[in-house]
């Protein structure tokens, strides 16, 4: 892939969509780890009830603070910083959705 050690400790990543598919959390105060869900335009709750149960990330700036690694130093998952909360996204969501904007170090962010 190629991509697997983009992210490191200190790095601001944005939150964007895949497809019809961005990262979110639940309503759930409790819940910490950041889950794959459609984006809003598609209106897939119809039921009231059940209409906010997902709050999207899309477009969020997030900060990296933790990078936890398996034995080869490779990426299993991420503590990432988002709005004052600091929540937990596996790898390969976090591939797939974070866009790197700046490491630490870097004038450019």
């Known amino acids: 892939m190629g991509t697997a050690n983009k992210f490191k400790q200190g790095s601001l990543v944005q939150v964007v969509r895949h497809g019809t598919w961005t990262v979110c959390t639940t309503s759930n105060p409790q819940d910490i780890v950041l889950k794959e869900c459609p984006v809003k335009e598609l209106e897939v709750y119809s039921h009231p009830r059940k209409e906010n149960i997902y709050n999207s990330l899309e477009g969020k ?6 990078v936890s690694c398996n034995r ?5 998952g991420y503590r990432v910083l988002i709005e004052g909360k600091e929540m937990f996204c596996k790898s390969i969501v976090a591939d797939k959705y974070f866009k790197l904007v700046g490491n630490q170090g870097d004038e450019e962010r």
Do not use: R, W
């Not at 700036?61 to 933790?66: A, E, P, Q, S």
């Open 61 to 66: 700036i997030g900060l990296i603070v933790y």
């Open 72 to 76: 080869l130093q490779q990426p299993l």
